[in-house]
């Protein structure tokens, strides 16, 4: 994937695919260390041991509409081939948290990407899941919960089309504020 954004979409769909009522989704960009770091972590089915050494490899997948599965094997070779690192911690019947970081001014780092766009697709896809995203650069911060909006919201719909504007101005004002 030539974006990050896109590898935490994929995670995200993987989250709720399994479960999740709650999926949170954390980037860190630290200039100062050089590192950039973002972790999903999720509430669903959680995975055993086996299948947690399964997950990197690109030939084994649970989607019945395809033999492989290369959003996570890619991600790990990425962040460890750019002086980061590929973390899975799951429970069954508690989560699962995917942890990717790299050396931030790596030449072969995937840019961030829009996240900003990548979180209004998955608030508009997924309503009923409470998403909350946090992104951290340097001092400066920019976080919302789905369920804190919902409930201003007062049961209006994120893809009504007042609201879906609000959202990706919203959206794209917190980003563009990080600097």
């Known amino acids: ?12 769909q993987n989250s709720i695919a399994a479960g999740a009522s709650t999926v949170t989704v ?3 960009e630290e200039t100062a260390e050089d590192r950039l770091t973002f972790s999903i972590a999720d509430d669903g089915r959680g995975m055993d041991e086996e299948t947690i050494a399964k997950v990197t490899d690109p030939f084994y997948t649970t989607r019945t509409t395809r033999k492989v599965g290369l959003g996570l094997p890619m991600l790990k070779d990425t962040s460890t081939s750019c002086n980061g690192s590929f973390a899975i911690d799951s429970k069954v019947g508690e989560g699962t948290t995917v942890t990717a970081s790299y050396q931030h001014s ?3 780092r995937p840019p961030l990407g829009d996240m ?3 979180m209004l697709t998955i608030l508009l896809g997924n309503e009923e899941i409470n998403i909350r995203y946090d992104h951290m650069k340097d001092s400066q911060s920019f976080s919302f919960e789905s369920r804190e909006m919902k409930e201003v919201l007062e049961g209006l719909s994120f893809q009504n ?9 919203y959206l794209a004002e ?4 990080l600097g």
Request: aromatic share 6%; net charge negative.
């Open 106 to 108: 790596h030449i072969d």
């Open 1 to 12: 994937m030539r974006e990050l954004s896109l590898h935490i979409l994929d995670i995200v």
């Open 116 to 118: 900003a766009s990548t």
């Open 26 to 28: 954390t980037v860190n």
């Open 174 to 177: 917190g980003e563009s504020g």
């Open 161 to 169: 089309p007042d609201v879906y504007q609000w959202l990706k101005e």
